[in-house]
């Protein structure tokens, strides 16, 4: 099976339960929506499919194969990426070494090439120049500006070449002339072929962007569809309305 | 800017032992070219990683001990006894970075903390193969007829030596491809992992190969000083004085831990000459933390550079924006 498969995906944080018992499967080449309250496990979840944090129990299968509590750095080879609720970029280095930090090494020998290998900087530049920060690459990551950082988060991500990408709140915190363009890369690379799971609490975008929306509640998926069954589904409503 | 550096302090390295006037100032030389070797040491796991160890005395004792006990009780050659050593302190390096670099930020430090302690009461005990409290004394690996000025010259030009190789790796390392993973891990280790980074073996790679050189560099001097002492070779301060230097000159500058090593080096004996053996200069060097942390976090190397930037020609005071990037913002 193509596609990323999650079941059972449990993780308790103390006393909560962060994701419960959570199954659900993602198709291959779709733009996926997960939406759900504050709280109700959606960054939790994308942590244990990446490796970052170990799921309690429940299993991650991706193209068929068994991913669960893999390093994350193994997962990432695999072809899954991911940004951060909160935008995270290396802020000392530049945002070229940004993405020459995405290259995988290969052999021993080749962790000892140069890390600006003209190739590698051709390729990083073509992502920066794709998100539209191609003027910037010699500017520390820590001088750029929130939406920026953004950008570069997204093309780091593109760096290490992953067909499914998870993004987390990507139109959180960004002004809406640069939401429409984080909207536009998202579709052109899915037209490439990549996958996409994106936590979303603009409802704007998750309406314009997807082809299949995930409800969460309280750690675990309540109701999934095209948007606008979603929209309309009285669990979703209740959910959301706190019922 | 780099080349000019490198040419300048080759020829200061050469040229040093006849420069200097006494056994005196060239004994002075040696111990700041030790300091040199044990901060650049230090910065491989220090400066690439921002893993902060000050039990690296740990690496540098181990690298005396094993020179030492080699040739006493093994009968090698010093200079056989010197990397072989060094090799020996690399292997047991891996396990003991595998625990430690598990834990980040304060955890790692106080763990460095503890290696160096067990190490210190481990010599200290055992004294029926390291001589115990008593120390241990090393033989000069030259001969009786090199007098004491010799010596010293011969110890200046071998830690000169060790500490262009030291140098080279690192150079090499910081352009690398290795060496990005590395500085990403410094930067936001999750971030890394998330991106690809074998974090754990690149911290581990990093840790043997500063273990490894710091090693080197306690061996060294171990034939030079011909004794060793279990107090001062497993000694938090030791370990604080490479982080203090390495701070100083700059952890992410090829040349920032030798610049803070000729630094408090050159303050230390200078007190030490000056006023005699006291704790005065742990209160300077207390001070001097301060001053590095408060007012030139970057260390000095960076805000030379700074600095120079600023006072070249043609400069806007502040980064320009253009219309396009203020309508991005
Ligand atoms: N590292 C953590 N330590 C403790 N509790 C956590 C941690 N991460 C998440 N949680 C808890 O797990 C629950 C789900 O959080 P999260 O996954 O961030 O939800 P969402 O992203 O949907 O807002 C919350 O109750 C949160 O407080
Ligand atoms: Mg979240």
Redesign the pocket.
Known sequence: MTGLRVEGLTKS??G?R?VDDATVTFQHGRINALI?P????????FNCVTGMVKPDAGTVTYHGRDITGRPAHKIAHAGIGRSF?LCRVFPRLTAVENLLAAVRPGSVLRALAPARRKSDVDRAMALLTRVGIEHLAEVEARDLSYGQQKLLELAGVLMAEPDTILLDEPAGGVNPALVERIGELVRSLNAEGRTFLI?EHNMDVVMSLSDHVVV?DR?RPIASGPPDAVRADPLVLAAYLGG | MKAVGLVVLAAFLVAFPSLASDPFVLSVGVVIASYAVLATGWNFVGGFTGYISLGHAAYSGLGGYATGLLILRAGLNPWVALVVGALVVAVLAVPVGIAALRVRGASFVIVSIAVVLVLLLVFQSWGSVTGGSDGLRVPRPFDADVLRPEQHQRFFHLHAVLLGVMLLCWWVIDRSRFGMGLKAIREDEDKARSLGVPTVRYKLAAFVVSAFFTALGGGLYALWFGFLDPIFQFSILVGSNMVLMSLLGGVRSLFGPLVGAVVVGYATEFSKAQYGDTQLHLVAMGVLLAVVVLFLPDGIIPALRGLVARLRPGQASIREVTQEELVRR
Do not use: D, E, H, L
Request: charge should be positive; proline fraction near 0%.
């Open positions: 944080y103390g909560v962060a759900g504050n709280g109700s496990g959606k960054t939790t979840f609720q936590v969460f750690g």
